[in-house]
């Protein structure tokens, strides 16, 4: 099993939707980051959470550590946030990130 | 400026050749950092630079050697590979160095370089 869990693996959404994407891990954490990636692209890192909620225009991020679960959510989704959105997770050592297998987002027209 | 520059983005190389991948960023961040990243996987850690010295190695074949010239430029030089070592190569650099808390570990990544072995 892995230690950081995303679901849903694919998602296709219509333009204007409201989405969440779901990160839970079974280890202690010290910070948990959301990032994206677009097709053949880098990474762009969106948030990093120790606690509580984040909100970036459209993009709303949230943890619950005794849970261990984390959502981001997209509001008014636009083909644009069409990529793949990546949970990892630091514990100990700050260099060593685990991170989950990713959820594609398709939104279409 | 706040990225961090890859070159080259794509390079086709046989198994015989010598390269070498660059990262450059001018942010001041002084951890470093390669991943290897396969197709529909999440990246994999290679190397950590922390203030120029290699803090980590995670079991890395030879035919991948990192440098750090200075704080600012981190290679990858590579030699006599192998098909499967074909894959996109992340660069990312980060404030905070390895063994501080994670949570002020932002990373910055780059383009990345789309490295294909024949």
């Known amino acids: 099993k892995n230690e950081v869990e995303q679901s849903p693996q694919n998602l296709t959404a219509q333009e204007g939707e409201f989405i969440t994407i779901n990160c839970s891990y079974s280890v202690g954490i010290s910070a948990l980051h959301w990032l994206q990636q677009h097709p053949g692209g880098g990474i762009v890192s969106l948030f990093m959470?120790?606690?509580g909620k984040k909100k970036h225009g459209r993009l709303i991020a949230t943890i619950n550590i005794q849970e261990k679960h984390s959502s981001l959510h997209i509001t008014a989704s636009h083909p644009r946030d069409s990529a793949v959105y990546i949970c990892a997770v630091g514990a100990g050592t700050a260099s060593k990130l685990t991170f989950g297998t990713g959820t594609r987002l398709q939104v279409t027209l | 400026d706040t990225e961090v520059t890859q070159t080259p983005k794509h390079l086709v190389m046989g198994m015989t050749n010598k390269k070498s991948l660059k990262c450059e960023q001018h942010?001041?961040?002084?951890?470093m950092y390669w991943y290897k990243q396969k197709a529909k996987k999440p990246p994999e850690l290679m190397f950590v630079y922390s203030y120029e010295k290699l803090s980590i190695n995670e079991s890395v074949p030879s035919r991948f050697s990192p440098e750090c010239p200075n704080s600012s430029l981190l290679n990858l030089h590579l030699h006599a590979l192998q098909p499967e070592d074909s894959a996109l190569y992340l660069c990312a650099s980060s404030q905070s160095t390895p063994g501080t808390l994670a949570n002020t570990n932002v990373l910055t990544f780059g383009a990345g370089s789309r490295l294909t072995v024949l």
């Open positions: 942010m001041g961040h002084r951890a």
């Open positions: 959470l120790s606690s």
